[in-house]
């Protein structure tokens, strides 16, 4: 059974950095591409980062997410998420999430809260 774990999540301030982790489990982790996601307050779900298999390749779909870096350690089945210069508007529930067989799984999900 596929299971996805995020932990990591705080109140920091502006300007303030911070990791969150994902851990998984049930699945072949180093064959599947990881993501992470965030859902602000009233918005829908946008993806944050991916990275593959391997871990040489990564995916930012936001220019502003430069500031954002996704890792992955294969041998510990965990996905991390860096996140440096962090906003107000960078509040969100975050999760990590992957395909497997076809199928969407996702975390619980862990808040960030950006605030002074």
């Known amino acids: 059974q596929v299971h996805l774990v995020e932990s990591g999540g705080d109140l920091v301030q502006p300007g303030g950095s911070l990791t969150l982790s994902c851990v998984a489990s049930?699945?072949?982790?180093?064959?599947?591409?990881m993501y992470w996601h965030r859902q602000a307050p009233g918005k829908g779900r946008e993806m944050v980062a991916a990275i593959f298999g391997t871990g040489e390749n990564q995916i930012y779909p936001s220019a502003d997410q430069a500031r954002f870096t996704i890792s992955r350690d294969n041998d510990k089945n965990t996905t991390a998420l860096r996140m440096e210069s962090l906003r107000p508007e960078d509040t969100a529930v975050y999760y990590c999430n992957t395909w497997v067989d076809g199928k969407n799984y996702w975390g619980q999900g862990t808040q960030v809260t950006v605030s002074s």
């Open positions: 049930g699945f072949a982790f180093s064959r599947e591409v």
